[in-house]
Structure formats: C-alpha cells, structure tokens
C-alpha cells in the first residue's frame, strides 16, 4: 500500500492509456487527467476563479436509457467518465482496474473545463503508520486549521468495493467532512483484494478505530466524541466497525455515517434488476468486487457483509445516505427500515437523479452538496450532545 501517495505517475497513467483504451485517449487527455489527479490532493491549490456554476452545467447527449431522471450536472460527470474509453472493469485485473480513470477524476476534469472553483481547503494533512494483524496500514488524518487544542474525530473508509481506489480517489469527501464539521478525519487506508481476502479489509477497519480511541489525543482528538463515516464499501466497513465495536466491548462510535453501503449479498433486488447496466457501478462490477474479496460465496452470508441481516441492536445512531441511480439503492433502504426494527435512531435519505459515487462531487453536483450538509448536520449534532 502506497502512503499519502498519489499511485497515478505519468509512466502508470501512460500505461493504462495503452492497456485501458487500446490508444484511442490522445496525449492532451492523459495530461488533463494527470491535472485533475493533482488538484485531488490533501492541500488548497486550487484557483477560486469561477466563470460558471454547477447548475449551467448541460449533457452533451440524452439521458441515458437506464436513467431518464437523471440531473444534468450528473449526466455531464458520466459522460465524462463514459468518454475515456475504459473497458468494463470486470474484464480487467484489479491492478489495471486501479489505474483506470475513476468517477472522482471525471468530476474534476468537468470542474476544470468549465472553471468551476475548488471548495476550499482549510485543514493540514499528515500520515500515520500502525500496525495491523498481518502488516501496517496508512491513515491520512486532516486536521482543521482553527487552532482548537481538540476536535471530534471521524474515522472515514473509502469506498472502492474492497478492490479498487484509495485515500486521494476520496479526498474530496473526507477533506469536505473536516472542514464542515471541524472534526480532525482519520482515512484509513485497509488492505484491499484480491491480494487480502475477507476479512482483512474489515479487521484493519477496526484496528484503525481502535488506534483512534486509543491515540486520540495524539492527532488533537476528543476520544468521547469519535464517529465512523464510509462510503460504498467503505459505508459497509464502518457499520461492521461499530458491530465489532459493540461485540468487543469497546466504546462504540457517537455515529455513523453510512453513503449508499454494501449492504447485502442479494443481486435480485428492485435496484439490482432495475440498475444492471447503470454507471459507474452496475451488477456485473459488483459480483466482480465480491469474487474478488470473498473467500467463497459463503463469506455473502456473515453479517459483517449481509447487514440487512445482522444483529443492529445496540448500535450508534445511524444516517443513510442513498443515490436513486444505485443497484444499491434497495438495500440502503432495507438497512433503514432494519435500524428502525432494531431501536436505532436512524435518518435516511435517497437523492433522487444521482449515481453511486455521487456523495464526494459537492462542486459539480447540487445534490453531493446538500449530502454532505445532510451528513455534516448530523455528525455535528451527535458530536455536541
């Protein structure tokens, strides 16, 4: 695992060009992409100009036939995302898979063809190193520039179906989370498959929650007030952190953000019959995800996977945020209405006209934005109860 590193050099991004797109991408494209990768880093070097706003935004083509309902800033994302070339990811190996052009890099190169500005940036970054069953593992952890001798802390784990992406692929959601918040953001970077099987992924999860109670005070964190927030993958990790939490008997987490998780190992859902072609995740990349980090389809049925059919009772206060554009749409829900049944607060709302993915596009995309305020609400009220 590389560390508070960016795994996109010119050679890799060169490379993939060939692998990825058999060439059809030109030189001026690759270079762009190269320019969104820099810009998607921990520090503030963005310009503030602005000549548009996200709402101008307008597709080039028709909806597509999977989402009429779709928003246009959010065609405008996937049309970029569509127009690199890339074959499905199912048809490549994760490494390839991990150098290919992902929806965080079409947000940015819409953000910088239509000079749309950078949200700002008032945290310092630093990495930290700890030691996991089996190896280390990287955390990036955002602190806020406010001068505050202790901050809540958010425990973040990126999304990527286990497989692919990593801590810069979602620096804009946990640098978004730090900054409306003022919380310090611990993003952890677990061991990913198929190189680490389930649950690897998991129990680095929760060792990295357990360093934050343990070292709060070593990153200017309050350990009283420590929530976990995840996305997609990342969303399933941290409700099993706080389940692991609870049946460990370490303190549990004030809150949990949950972004359109995986939340069940069932592909003949309403979402999953209705999205089997959707983008950027569809049903072919999910079986992909779970052959990849599941030992055996066995593995589909723990609970620390299928958490629409795990044990809730006890568990922190939850929100749920889902997109409606989602193969995971229906078990989002499901996981709202078990909460429910389980005595756990729960808040959930899907946003309509959106994709997977969508959550860390708050400059492009009005709804990642209303999201976030969503998200950053509730975590701030959990935080100062």
Sequence with gaps: MKKNTRPSSLAGKKAITNVVTGGTL?????MLLLSCSNKNTASDDS???????????KPAGPEPAWAPSMTDPMQVVIEKLTSYGTPPLPTLSAAQARQAPSPADAAMAVMQENNLPMPPASVDTSGKDISVQGGTIHLRVYTPKTGKAAYPVIVYYHGGGWVIANLDTYNASA????????????????????????????????????WVVKNAASIKGDPKRIAVVGESAGGNLA?????????RKQSLPVHEVLVYPIAGYDFNTESYQKYTEAKPLNTGLMKWFFEKYLKSPADGASPMISLVKAD????????IIAAELDPLASEGE????????????????QYKGVTHEFFGMAAVVPEAKDAQGLAS????????K
């Design 26 to 30: 030109t030189a001026l494209l690759v």
């Design 47 to 57: 310009d503030t100009t602005s000549t548009r706003d996200a709402s101008d935004l």
């Design 175 to 210: 640098q978004g989370l730090a900054n409306q918040v003022e919380a310090v953001v611990v993003s952890v970077a677990y061991r990913q498959a198929p190189e680490h099987k389930f649950p690897v992924a998991h129990n680095d999860s929760y060792a990295a929650y357990e």
């Design 239 to 247: 409700a099993a952190v706080s389940m692991m939490a609870r049946d």
């Design 312 to 319: 809730l009772k006890g568990l922190p206060p939850t929100t």
């Design 334 to 349: 499901t996981l709202s209405n078990q909460f429910k049944q389980a005595g756990v607060p729960v808040t959930y709302k």
């Design 377 to 384: 609400d509730e975590l701030k009220k959990a935080f100062n």
